[in-house]
Each structure stands twice: as structure tokens, then as C-alpha cells.
């Protein structure tokens, strides 16, 4: 599965929204998709900006370039955190019961996580 180049965000839906998760692409304007999971909104998404992107090219309509800051080639991707072992080994615990990776859980909860938090101003 191709990764996604452009920035997006996810959240929580309300119970009046229908639940779930929802997923916006900042760079691409209307372009959001949702799903039950932060994972199955990620892979929505991912065929969201491809629709997208193929309505830009058929209506000959320019493509906004990723907003991914310069400086973003400083960052591997790749952070080295210490927690709690009990903390540690609740996480494991859940990613066992979820049958996802200690990884995968810890980058669902994050992104989730982030699409709650309030921008401060």
C-alpha cells in the first residue's frame, strides 16, 4: 500500500456524526473520508486523495504540492520514548487483544490523539 505524501489529520466523530473516525488532507480543500477504526479512515483517506488528485488532472486543474515543512528531511520518522514498564505492558496487552502491532497501536493512539487536541492559538 502507498504511503500518503500529503499532511492530514484524524478524529473522533461524535455519536450524531455517525461514530467512528474521520480523516482530512489540509493541503487537498473537501478532500475527507472516514471509517470505523484511525486505520480503516488512513486507508480511506488513501483513496480519497487518489480520486482527488485524478478529478484535478481530468478537470486540468493545478496540484497543490504537499505542505510538508523543509525541514521535515531532518525527521526519520523514527523516536525512542521511555514509559512505565506497567505502562509498556498494557499497551502490549491491548495490541495482542486488537491483533495489531505494539507499533500500529502506539501510531493509532498518537494520530488519534492529535486529531482531538485543540490547535492552540
Given at each position: 500500500?502507498?504511503?500518503?505524501d500529503?499532511p492530514?489529520?484524524?478524529?473522533?466523530?461524535?455519536?450524531?456524526?455517525?461514530?467512528?473516525?474521520l480523516?482530512?488532507?489540509?493541503?487537498?480543500?473537501?478532500?475527507?473520508?472516514?471509517?470505523?477504526t484511525p486505520?480503516?479512515?488512513?486507508?480511506?483517506?488513501?483513496?480519497?486523495?487518489?480520486?482527488?488528485?485524478?478529478?484535478?488532472?481530468?478537470?486540468?486543474?493545478?496540484?497543490?504540492?504537499?505542505?510538508?515543512?523543509e525541514?521535515?528531511g531532518?525527521y526519520?520518522?523514527k523516536i525512542?520514548?521511555?514509559?512505565?514498564?506497567?505502562?509498556?505492558?498494557r499497551?502490549?496487552?491491548?495490541?495482542?487483544?486488537?491483533?495489531?502491532?505494539?507499533?500500529?497501536?502506539?501510531?493509532?493512539?498518537?494520530?488519534e490523539?492529535?486529531?482531538?487536541?485543540?490547535?492552540?492559538?
Amino acid at each position: 500500500m502507498k504511503k500518503l505524501d500529503y499532511p492530514f489529520t484524524i478524529r473522533p466523530l461524535l455519536a450524531e456524526e455517525g461514530g467512528g473516525y474521520l480523516i482530512e488532507f489540509p493541503d487537498l480543500p473537501g478532500c475527507m473520508s472516514d471509517g470505523a477504526t484511525p486505520e480503516e479512515a488512513i486507508v480511506n483517506g488513501k483513496e480519497a486523495v487518489t480520486e482527488w488528485l485524478h478529478a484535478c488532472k481530468k478537470l486540468k486543474r493545478p496540484i497543490p504540492k504537499p505542505s510538508i515543512p523543509e525541514s521535515a528531511g531532518a525527521y526519520s520518522g523514527k523516536i525512542l520514548q521511555r514509559i512505565p514498564r506497567t505502562l509498556h505492558a498494557r499497551l502490549a496487552s491491548q495490541a495482542k487483544r486488537e491483533g495489531v502491532s505494539l507499533n500500529q497501536l502506539i501510531l493509532s493512539l498518537v494520530a488519534e490523539g492529535i486529531g482531538r487536541r485543540t490547535p492552540l492559538r
